[in-house]
Nanobody
Framework: QVQLVESGGGLVQAGDSLRLSCAAS????????MGWYSQAPGKQRELVAS???????NYADAVKGRFTISRDNAKNTVYLQMNSLQPEDTAVYYC?????????????WGQGTQVTVSS
């Protein structure tokens, strides 16, 4: 079975940094796009950053210049380096991956990891 396991969240102060990790596991899987989404209390889940298997990235305007998404294809892992964190970044961050097990690609989600930034 395919699983996405996230780690790296926590409680930090404004200006601090965190690095989120998400590792996908499963036999004979092919991973296409990967990304990070955030969901603040009372708000919709929103794309933070995405990355293709080849490397091109996309970022939400609010995090450009502060966050960096990267991936290690050999480890089936995607990272989100979060610098200069601000209170408005507080949210649950979910890892997403487009994964093919047999024939078609389907989206998979991690359980979410809480990021809380205090002022």
């Amino acid at each position: 079975q395919v699983q996405l396991v996230e780690s790296g969240g926590g409680l930090v102060q404004a200006g601090d940094s965190l690095r989120l990790s998400c590792a996908a596991s499963g036999s004979f899987i092919v991973i296409r796009g990967m990304g990070w989404y955030s969901q603040a209390p009372g708000k919709q889940r929103e794309l933070v950053a995405s990355i293709t298997s080849g490397g091109p990235t996309n970022y939400a305007d609010a995090v450009k210049g502060r966050f960096t998404i990267s991936r290690d294809n050999a480890k089936n892992t995607v990272y989100l380096q979060m610098n200069s964190l601000q209170p408005e970044d507080t949210a649950v961050y979910y890892c997403n991956a487009d994964i093919r097990r047999i024939f078609s690609f389907n989206p998979y989600w991690g359980q979410g990891t809480q990021v809380t930034v205090s002022s």
